[in-house]
């Protein structure tokens, strides 16, 4: 046999992974008049990735022990068949971020963050997107009208969460339309020429899908802090998702653009119950 997996044929591939990463941040804190407590950080991050890709084949080895390119020896037409192809990508993120947390008297808990980040997988005009976040909290228990229920109810906390986070999981270059190098499949004048093909259409509007948390929950403790129940609810939107967009007309031959097009909501609730003890 000498057609398909039996072919007589030797194909090496070599990939070569480039990937760098630096984070860079500072954190301060103090507490002051010994009730306030305060927190801040902030930082940089920067991450990129080069992805270089060599692949060739040769047909009709001289040799059925030894694996070398060298080897390649003629065909029925007498001449050396060799097929080379390659292919690289190149992607880069840069972020800045930060984040404040304050707390009075351990009662009342407030944070405050944000993420500014920019990524080479969209165009210029519409690379970057600022992705804040807040959270707030009351210790209900540490006040003093609790004190009287305090040696069986031991903590109740009431707390709300708003935040937004960006995804930009999409192709390196989905927003430029790509001219594709390959052969043509019949012959023309005796040889397969060397065609060109020009991709899809793209949207030129390409940005950040959103993911935006909203989250109200209770925490509590009875009995030494043994028993526990917590009770969530959530509402997540995800806003801009990056999916096939308009349908194009079947006359026009090319797939839909991919598109900033759809929206998604999903709530939840949770109710969690746990119980902690230690016995001798």
Known sequence: LNTGMFENKLTETSNTHQYMQTNVFATYEDTYAEKHHLKA????????????????????????????LNLVGQGEDGERRMEVSGGQNEYAIAGFFGRINYDYAGKYLVEVSGRYDGTSRFAGSHRWG????????????????????????NNLKVRYSFGQLGN??????????TIGIGTQSYLFGG??????????????????????????GVDMAFLGNRLGVTGEFY???????????????????????????ADLRTKGYELTISWKDMFM
Do not use: C
Request: aromatic share 14%.
């Open 235 to 261: 509402i997540r939107d995800t806003k801009d998702m990056l999916t096939a967009g308009i349908a194009l007309p079947s006359v026009y031959g090319a797939s839909s653009p991919k598109m900033n097009s």
């Open 41 to 68: 950080m902030a930082g940089f991050s920067w991450e990129t990735k080069y992805l270089k890709d060599v692949r060739a084949i040769g047909y009709n080895l001289l040799s059925d022990t030894l694996n070398d």
């Open 168 to 177: 930009q999981q999409v192709g390196y270059y989905d927003y430029v339309r």
């Open 130 to 153: 600022f992705f804040p976040s807040v959270s707030a909290g009351w210790r209900i228990s540490e006040e003093k009208f609790f004190s009287p229920v305090k040696d069986w109810f």
């Open 191 to 216: 040889t397969k020429p060397a065609v060109a093909t020009i991709s899809a259409p793209v949207a030129s509007d390409l940005s950040w899908e959103v993911a935006q948390h909203q989250n109200l």
